[in-house]
Structure formats: structure tokens, C-alpha cells
Nanobody, 115 residues
Framework: QVQLVESGGGLVQAGGSLRLSCAVSRSIYNINRIAWYRQVPGKQRDVVAN???????NVADSVKGRFAISRDGAKNTVYLQMNSLKPEDTGVYLCNAMTSNWSVWGQGTQVTVSS
């Protein structure tokens, strides 16, 4: 099965930036959709950004204009560029890979944004 490993999280001040990475164990072009989700204690896991195998992307309204999802096929890696961070962006960010037949999650990376 495919494996996902997230990295790049940390503690930043409001207004700062982080770049998260999702390293995938095989070609990302064979995966229909790779997405970033955010998990906050006491709340449901919500999708933040999507990228499809054809290259189309979208992001949640709450991060539109601040976050961007991208990929490097040669490195089998998907990125989440996070700019103008706000305290409400705090949470565990998880990478998810999905096809018609299966869905796999990474372990997550913590992002904490201070006021």
C-alpha cells in the first residue's frame, strides 16, 4: 500500500508562513486525489486543499488567497504553502491519498499559530 509522510509543521506567529510536505511512496500521478485535511480537537476533520492527478486544485474558503497546494512529480511530493497564518489555522494537518478503491492517511504534522 502507498505510504504518506507529512513534515514541515511547527510553531509560528500570526502572519507568518509554513510549507508542509507530503512525501508519497510511489508516483503521485497514479493517485486520483491527494488532499490536505486539518484536525482540531473536538471538531471534525475538514478538508483544506485538494489536488487531482490531472493537476487541478482547490482550497477551502477559509484559506482561499492564503494557502496553495502544489506538487513535484519527480519527488513524489505534494506541498501546502501556508501564508498569512491565523490562530484559527492551528491544528494537525494530515495528507490523504485516494483512488476509487482505497484511501490512505499520513500520521499528520502539528501546526500552531500564536496571536
Amino acid at each position: 500500500q502507498v505510504q504518506l509522510v507529512e513534515s514541515g509543521g511547527g510553531l509560528v506567529q500570526a502572519g507568518g508562513s509554513l510549507r508542509l510536505s507530503c512525501a508519497v511512496s510511489r508516483s503521485i500521478y497514479n493517485i486520483n486525489r491527494i488532499a490536505w485535511y486539518r484536525q482540531v480537537p473536538g471538531k471534525q476533520r475538514d478538508v483544506v486543499a485538494n489536488i487531482w492527478s490531472g493537476g487541478n486544485t482547490n482550497v477551502a474558503d477559509s484559506v482561499k488567497g492564503r494557502f496553495a497546494i502544489s506538487r513535484d512529480g519527480a519527488k513524489n511530493t505534494v506541498y501546502l504553502q501556508m501564508n498569512s497564518l491565523k490562530p484559527e489555522d492551528t491544528g494537525v494537518y494530515l495528507c490523504n491519498a485516494m483512488t476509487s478503491n482505497w484511501s490512505v492517511w499520513g500520521q499528520g504534522t502539528q501546526v500552531t499559530v500564536s496571536s
